[in-house]
């Protein structure tokens, strides 16, 4: 079993950076691909970034590429999202999800375990 956790949302201007960790508590998170998705109110949950426990392989939506990284460390089972060049249009609830298997996939459905969500708001 995997429980996730995030944290680090908050508020931030425009062109600001924010850094949100999804934290584990299963002694699995190592071999588990990691996905980052995001919902907005009234629009549909999508992906925006994942990374492959094998190798670290990582794969980005096009609207945040050059602008978000993802990395991940096994021995804090936590996986960081960096934030940078924020734009009102990120405005949404972050969520980090788990799946068993190396590719990162971008549909929500093909993860199993999901964390609550933690909210960033881009507004000047």
């Known amino acids: 079993q995997v429980q996730l956790e995030e944290s680090g949302g908050g508020l931030v201007q425009p062109g600001g950076s924010l850094r949100l960790s999804c934290a584990s508590s299963?002694?699995?998170?190592?071999?588990?691909?990691v996905g980052w998705f995001r919902q907005a109110p009234g629009k549909e949950r999508e992906f925006v970034v994942g990374?492959?426990?094998?190798?670290?392989?990582?794969r980005f939506a096009d609207s945040v590429k050059g602008r978000f990284t993802i990395s991940r460390d096994n021995a804090k089972r936590t996986v960081y999202l960096e934030m940078n060049s924020l734009e009102p249009a990120d405005t949404a609830v972050y969520s980090c999800?788990?799946?068993?298997?190396?590719?990162?996939?971008?549909?929500?459905?093909?993860?199993?375990?999901w964390g609550q969500g933690t909210q960033v708001t881009v507004s000047s």
């Open positions: 999800a788990a799946r068993e298997g190396t590719l990162v996939k971008v549909v929500p459905d093909e993860y199993q375990y």
């Open positions: 990374i492959s426990w094998e190798y670290d392989r990582t």
């Open positions: 299963g002694r699995t998170f190592s071999t588990h691909t």
